[in-house]
């Protein structure tokens, strides 16, 4: 509101009640102004559920130019401000383990960890991604570079009183794992210094540790927007074979705001009409969990890839089926981003492979999915 007070003998004479009516209207005007500025921010989590083809670890510099970086970077350009790093799964490419040893592959190593979910021959049990490493020595570490402050380090409960230690540029958090009951997926949220740090998670102090990876996000600013991009890809896993009862439940702690299947890359490779019913009941399930707990979901059909047209056909009717009973998006964005496989190849969208996108290839694919994306995360914002 504008007063205007004209200068020299026309000047408006305004009666005093008025003028205070006035006066005071305006600073309500600015209070409710400095109010909507100080509103809480809101964040909305994305997470990109798949095989190799989401986990993105075959490109150069994945963590740049994977599948959820490129995602990311497109949605802050949407006008939402970027994100954390989201999940750092307890996988060997993103944490250094001091010493580990596949589960199943090799004899345990003293002093360190046996990784699982970590390859074909261990299926996950923990984690929201699947994957885990188990220590049962002080001695053993796992060490990761992590720029955002609010961290919440996942692990797996005890029944009997445990701890393990988090360290980071000289600060420590001495955690507990014991919760009562049966073992369950658990979380404790600690918060690091500004700048970029080596957080160092240290094994057991006794019994043994399942810990999980941690999530690293970034405050939300007042009256913002925010999009975060949570990685949980797993390399060579069908959906349903890591889909155990503790990932399921770390799935619910999470709440993620919107999930992405795209299990159709994995599905046509495999193929076979014994894929059906336990590809539909697992990714069914896992977008009953969004669904049910505040959530949406969106299940996308691949890129062309070098797979006979009969696998392509299957697993599309297998998708159009789970995306109707479990009311989620569904989208063919990307089936016309090239014309073949052979023609992404030649102009380098994809690896030799013929499945496998390059950087520039997951460039394509996050242009086409990102406003499709965007307009799912202004929905959930309307909610």
């Known amino acids: 509101m504008k007063l205007h007070v004209a200068a020299g003998p026309r000047r408006m004479l305004v009666p005093a009640a008025l003028l205070a009516a006035i006066l005071c209207a305006a600073a309500m005007g600015v209070a409710s102004s400095a109010g909507a500025s100080r509103r809480p921010g809101t964040r909305v989590t994305i997470a990109l559920f798949g095989d190799s083809v ?18 990311s970077r497109a949605e802050s350009s949407m006008g939402f401000s970027p994100g ?11 944490w250094h383990f ?27 049990i923990d984690g929201p991604s699947g994957y885990s490493a188990v220590a049962t020595s002080p001695l053993a570490t796992a060490t990761a570079a992590v720029d955002n ?16 230690q988090a360290s980071s540029a000289g600060h420590t958090w001495n955690i507990d794992t014991y919760r009562s009951g049966p073992a369950i997926d658990t979380e404790t949220p600690i918060v690091l210094g500004p700048g970029r740090h080596e957080l160092t998670i ?11 990876g941690a999530v ?8 913002q927007v925010q999009v975060e991009v949570d990685n949980l890809g797993h390399s060579g896993m069908l959906p349903w074979v890591n889909f155990t009862p503790r990932v399921a439940q770390s799935l619910v702690e999470q709440r993620y705001g919107i999930s992405v299947f795209l299990y159709g890359y994995i599905g046509e490779v ?18 009953r969990i969004a669904r049910e707990h505040g959530g949406a979901c969106l299940i996308v059909a691949p890129t062309p890839i070098a797979v006979p047209r009969a696998s392509v056909t299957m697993v599309s009717r297998l998708d159009r089926t789970v995306a109707r009973q479990a009311h989620c998006t569904y989208t063919t964005a990307l089936t016309h981003l090239w014309s073949s496989p052979a023609t992404a190849e030649r102009k380098g969208l994809v690896l030799v492979d013929g499945v496998h996108p390059s950087a520039t290839g997951y460039t394509l694919i996050v242009h086409a999915l990102a406003p499709l994306i965007t307009r799912m995360v202004r929905a959930q914002l309307r909610h």
């Open 54 to 71: 989401t986990e993105s670890l075959l490109v150069p510099n994945f963590l740049k130019n994977g599948l959820a970086p490129q995602l």
């Open 84 to 94: 954390g790093a989201g999940l750092i799964p307890a996988a060997p490419y993103r």
């Open 216 to 223: 690293a996000q970034r405050p939300v600013s007042p009256g």
């Open 202 to 212: 240290h094994g057991p102090s006794c019994g043994v540790l399942s810990f999980d």
């Open 149 to 164: 402050r609010d961290v919440e380090i996942l692990y797996t409960s005890t029944s009997i009183a445990c701890s393990f």
């Open 270 to 287: 495999v193929g076979g009409k014994q894929l059906a019913a336990p590809y539909v009941s697992a990714v069914e399930a896992r977008a």
């Open 98 to 124: 001091n010493r580990w040893a596949q589960f199943g592959v090799g004899a345990i190593p003293k002093n360190g960890w046996v990784t699982i979910g970590y390859g074909a021959a261990s299926p996950g």
